[in-house]
């Protein structure tokens, strides 16, 4: 069913869900795995560095340090997986780079956001399902700490 998936995360709560539900079903297809992390430097992330400098390098080391978090988890998982992290507008980095490793499913959270947040930010989902060539899981299953301590447990045994 699915061979490439590609998995969305930027380290928040609804990244979290999408990564350890988009993780089981890439397992339990036996498919390849690519990890994505955004990296959004809008106009707001422009301001603050401009009030304290700095301030991108720091945000930049705490994505870097979650991204390689990510990947140690995919990685205690069985996968051996390809990913990288990049700075953009996460809608069109994430359409961009499934194109590229030519994922059959990109896994992304869903966060709610109210009317301004939708108007400021645009809809990312929406971009997506008209831009990848491939399924949009928005995940909102909460795969509980217990539940993927005893995945990667079973993985472990299983190597």
């Known amino acids: 069913m699915y061979d490439r998936v590609l998995l ?3 380290g928040s709560r609804e990244a979290r869900t999408a990564l350890r539900e988009g993780a089981l079903l890439a397992r ?5 795995v690519f ?24 945000m930049r080391e705490n994505y870097q340090a979650l991204f390689d978090d990510a990947l140690d988890k995919l990685t205690q998982l069985g ?4 990913g990288k992290m990049v700075y953009g507008e996460p809608a069109l980095e994430i359409a961009a780079y499934a194109r590229e490793v030519q ?17 400021w930010s645009g809809q990312t ?4 399902s008209d831009h990848i060539g491939c399924s949009l899981l928005i995940s909102r ?19």
């Open 35 to 58: 990890l994505l992390c955004v990296v959004s430097e809008g106009a707001g992330v422009q301001i603050g560095e401009a009030a304290m400098p700095g301030g991108v390098a720091i």
């Open 125 to 128: 989902s929406a971009y997506l």
């Open 141 to 159: 299953r909460t795969v509980t700490d217990d539940e993927f301590k005893t995945a990667i447990e079973a993985a472990k045994e299983k190597a």
């Open 8 to 10: 969305a995360y930027d």
């Open 28 to 32: 339990k297809f036996a498919c390849k």
């Open 79 to 82: 996968f051996k997986p390809e």
């Open 103 to 119: 994922a059959d499913l990109v896994v992304v959270g869903h966060r709610k956001k109210n009317l301004f947040e939708r108007w």
